[in-house]
């Protein structure tokens, strides 16, 4: 998969250099409404980036936030070029293979200034937030391609976080890419479908994981606990990924 991630930097190079701009997103994003593109391509920055959760690691605790590899604009603009060169001769290292997201946030943490006090972004937070940043900000850099300016849309627009108490709200969320369910859950789907685990190169979880969210939160974008459930395996169902868990277990898969 890291030579593919590092293929994928290369072509969004050769569009780039025609003079195409790119949306560039995972194949497991969810889109919830159209926005124009021409938003993105008619504003004064070269790139739109999407927060991660922590991944990776180390720069989040030295930052405060990283980026998500899988949900970028890219304006096809002289200055989005040098730090797409950039990028894939990070990328490469004779290999011709790496981890895309963590060489976008190494390559961005070197040559960006980010214009977002991260303590006082955090005053705020909820209880779900679990300490990630959940507003949009702007920066600019000052090394490869100086002058490059990019946006960080905050996370309910482009939302990345776990299965949580709330969801995304239905006003402002344009794109949802859900991480990871719980690990209770995830034993219990494979206890339930063993067939998941047997096949896990076929990403057969990673479809179920798709089904919970959309019973998480993709009818109304609100989560009501149903106190009729009395039957299900894993007990009261008191959280909305124990509400999806139950509807997808009573389901034809």
């Known amino acids: 998969v890291e030579a593919l991630w590092y293929r994928r930097i290369q072509y969004c190079l050769e569009q780039l250099k025609k003079g195409q701009s790119l949306l560039l997103t995972d194949v497991d994003n969810i889109f919830r409404k159209y926005v124009p593109l021409s938003e993105f391509q008619d504003s004064s920055y070269d790139a739109i980036f999407a ?3 922590r991944y990776p690691v180390p720069l989040f605790k030295k930052q405060g936030f990283v980026f998500c590899g899988g ?3 890219l304006k096809a603009t002289d200055k989005t070029i040098a730090i797409m060169e950039q990028l894939l001769q990070n990328c490469d290292g004779g290999t011709k293979r790496c981890d895309d997201q963590v060489e976008w946030n190494v390559l961005l943490h070197g040559n960006m200034h980010w214009e977002v006090d991260v303590k006082s972004a955090r005053k705020g937070k909820t209880k779900t937030s679990h300490d990630l940043l959940l507003d949009g900000f702007e920066g600019i850099s000052t090394g490869i391609g100086k002058g490059f300016r990019a946006k960080v849309w905050d996370r309910d627009f482009a939302w990345r976080a776990d299965f949580e108490e709330s969801c995304p709200s239905l006003e402002n969320n344009w794109v949802a890419m859900p991480g990871n369910v719980p690990p209770w859950v995830s034993k219990l789907l494979t206890e339930k479908w063993r067939i998941i685990k047997k096949h896990e190169s076929l990403g ?17 974008g609100t989560f009501f606990a149903d106190p009729n459930i009395t039957n299900s395996p894993i007990g009261n169902v008191t959280s909305p990924v124990e509400l999806a868990f139950q509807r997808l277990a009573e389901s034809d898969v």
């Open 51 to 53: 927060l991660e959760q």
């Open 71 to 73: 949900m970028t604009f």
């Open 204 to 220: 057969l979880g990673k479809i179920l994981r798709m089904k919970i969210w959309e019973n998480h939160c993709g009818e109304n």
